[in-house]
Structure formats: C-alpha cells, structure tokens
C-alpha cells in the first residue's frame, strides 16, 4: 500500500522566512496529493492541492512542488507569519475518492 | 467547502462501555467516508474506509469487532467503540469527499476512557 513520508518533523523559522516541508510517496498510482494545516485541538484544514498533471501550484504566500519521477512534493510558505504556527500534513491518494494516506506531519514554529 | 459534522465532539466513559460516534455530511452525499484515530502529537492514522450500503474495509491492525461501523445512509456514518479501554482514547475524525478528490474534515471526537 501506499506509504507516505514527511519530513522535517519540525520546523522553526523567523517571522517573514520561507519554510518549505518535504514529502515522498511509494505508490506510483497515487494523483492527488492535498496539504493539510492542523491547528491544535481542531480539524485538518486543506490549504492546497496538486494533481500529478501539475508540477507547481502556487496560492498566495503557499505553493506546492511535484516531481512525479522522483515521487516527491513539497510545500513551500514564503513571507511566515505567527498564524502560519500549525502542524501540517501532506498526504496522497488515488483520484476517485479512495483513501488518502497522510505523512507524519511537521510541526511549524513561526517566530515574530 | 462541504461541511461534515461529527457528535459528540467529546465523550468520557467508563472502561467496558461503547461508545458511538456520529459522522453526518451536511450539504453532500457521501458514499464514501473514511475514519481516522489521532493520537497526541501523531499523524491521523486511517483505521478504516466506510461505504454505504456494505461492509466497511479496515486498515490492517484494526480489529473489526472493536470497532463497529454502519454507513446507514449517503449522509451517515457512524463509528461504535465497542467495549472501550483506556488504550482506545483517542480524537477520532470522520472524512467525507464532496467535490472531486478532496476530503472534508469533521471536527473530531475526543474520546476519554477511564
């Protein structure tokens, strides 16, 4: 099965750096891989998404990277703010509503 | 977004009790919906697809009998912790998917067995 990635584990940077978080998956079959932001206590709240006839998707201060040959994504956030302090999660799945696998999760410090 | 609710959004019970938590998609139709345990400071980890009108299909390590659920309806899921313990407390979130392939959060059931 599918078997996600995630790292670093966490992350601390200044306010108004760029942190970018790494992902590699193992199936070949996976197309969708969606970024979630979990503040503590609450939901996973998807903040982008990008599908493997993509390579960058960008959405204000996110975008999201796709190296479908190497399998691995990325998430970069530029210009931080304290509010960016969260944990995220990158995940993959195959199109069609099947099940979404979920990395580790990094742990964000935005420090102002 | 689609929106998923989930009750209750927190439960204590006593050790050997079930507990049933609800999964509802509010303004979508979900054949699917997937169920997820996160523990503190963990990833959320899928414990098992639910589809509606037949069995769900559990990730491998979850006990079925444990963990009991009923897709009853397209808006419906529910998750039954059968014989709780201690082990089993956990913030359980629901899933469900609206529009193409993404997924949609319930805000999560945090469960405390004493």
């Known amino acids: 099965g599918e078997n996600v990635e995630q790292h670093p584990s966490t992350l601390s940077v200044q306010e108004g750096d760029s942190a970018v978080i790494k992902c590699t998956y193992s199936d070949s079959a996976s197309n969708y891989f969606p970024w979630y932001k979990q503040e503590l206590g609450k939901r996973p709240q998807l903040i982008i998404d990008i599908r493997s006839n993509v390579g960058e998707k960008k959405d204000q201060r996110i975008a999201v990277t796709l190296n479908k040959t190497a399998k691995h994504f990325s998430l970069h956030i530029t210009e931080t703010q304290p509010e960016d302090s969260a944990v995220y999660f990158c995940a993959a799945s195959i199109a069609g509503g099947f099940k979404t696998i979920f990395g580790a999760g990094t742990r964000l410090f935005v420090k102002a | 977004g689609a929106v998923v609710s989930q009750h209750p959004s927190w439960v204590i019970c006593k050790s050997g009790t079930s507990v049933k938590i609800e999964c509802r998609s509010l303004?979508?139709?979900?054949?699917?919906m997937f169920w997820y345990r996160q523990f503190p400071k963990q990833s959320l980890m899928l414990m098992a697809t639910?589809?509606?009108?037949?069995?769900?299909?559990?990730e491998q390590g979850v006990e079925k009998d444990k963990f009991l659920i009923n897709h009853a309806s397209l808006t419906l899921s529910t998750l039954t912790v059968t014989s709780a313990h201690p082990e089993d407390s956990s913030f359980y979130i629901c899933s469900g998917g609206a529009v193409e392939d993404t997924q949609y959060f319930g805000p999560g059931t945090r469960l405390t067995v004493l």
């Open positions: 303004d979508f139709q979900a054949t699917t």
């Open positions: 639910s589809n509606e009108g037949s069995k769900a299909t559990y």
